[in-house]
């Protein structure tokens, strides 16, 4: 096999930017495509000339290697299942579930199929991230003890959308903490190497009432192991192109990263690997590109990355269980908002063991501070 042949599901807004980063990829080719809604089928899957399905028991009897899921939150969980009882490897869109409990499941049924696995993590793949990962990990800010990540998006139009899976407490699993804070929780996890310990979160209602709707903005600050602090901000209102930072402040030096800047990273070290750039702020060069560049970039990296793990019968690096690890401190995040404290991971593990994780979401929208009532 030189290529791997794969089936899509969901013809929304990150199928497109998957199929469009792969157009040209030698190794990932996109077959077909399969949506409930056959007029989007057909449409999303004639732009890229591939065969539309609106049946997913056809769409996954043919010849397909591995199958791309970017369908809503709730049913990551039953599409995980039927791609991976199918035989085919998944390779499904973030967050990995909506409950712990769903992530055990999934990690369950891929194990028992022997199919391979992956949540697809494209922060992991974007090359500034990817960067600071080996930066870190080289010692070149030596012990990081504190860490600021942000993202914001403009998603206003949608979330005044009475019905639309988005930002609803159960079929998205939260607002912009679940969203988002997913890609920030696996980012900063991967980077530090280490385990969250605990959560204090912030959740506003900012732009929309209706009532079927979570946070649309969230600060929460946590705390790791090994003793770093950090902060994830998200927001779901901000009047901007979409954009990512992250910054690194370590014993040793300091880096600060920025989606919407042309070399997104500066790095300011007194680490001796950096020669001659040693103590001033120095610009390393990456593949990057402003929105909607940085999204190709990684997309293509995420699938082309899955694909060679297939091709070479590796094990993909990112892990289900890592993936779970983030949906655990978007979930310690809602369960703080819910006590008004910090709350540990050991009080969140209770949860899951006595309640079930599902019972956070179902109080979620009770916690959250209105502001569009207070206006
Ligand atoms: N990595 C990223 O940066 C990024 C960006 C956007 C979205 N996402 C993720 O991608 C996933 C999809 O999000 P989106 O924004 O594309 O959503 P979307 O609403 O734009 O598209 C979802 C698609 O799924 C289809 N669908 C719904 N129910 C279905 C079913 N039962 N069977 C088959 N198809 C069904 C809909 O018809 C729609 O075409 C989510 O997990 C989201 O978090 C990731």
Redesign the pocket.
Known sequence: MTFVKFGM?????????HLAACKNSPIVKFMRL????EK?AKR?AGAYKITPFSN?EEFLSNDIDAVLI????F??EQ?VTAVAEAGKAVLC???MATTLEGCDQMIEITRKAKVKFMI????RFQPAHQWIKDAVQKGWVGEPFLIRSYEGVMEIPNLMQPG???GHPIKAGGGSLM?MGA?KFATIQWILDDVIESAYAWLTKQCTNLEEKAEDNAMVFLKYKRGAIAEAVVSFTVVTPPTNQIEIYGTKGSIVENHAWENPIKINSHHKDLGSNRGRWFEPKVEHGIYPKY?DI??RREDEYFAACILEDKEPEFTPEQAKDAIATVLLGYLSAELGRTATRDELMEVARTKGTKSILEKLNSVIQNNYLAR
């Open positions: 599901i969901g013809a929304g807004i990150a199928a497109r930017y399969y949506d409930k809604d989007n999303v997913l970017a369908v809503p939150h049913l990551h599409m869109e973030k967050p697809a993590e494209n922060h639309f899976w988005k969203d890609h999204y990684s997309a």
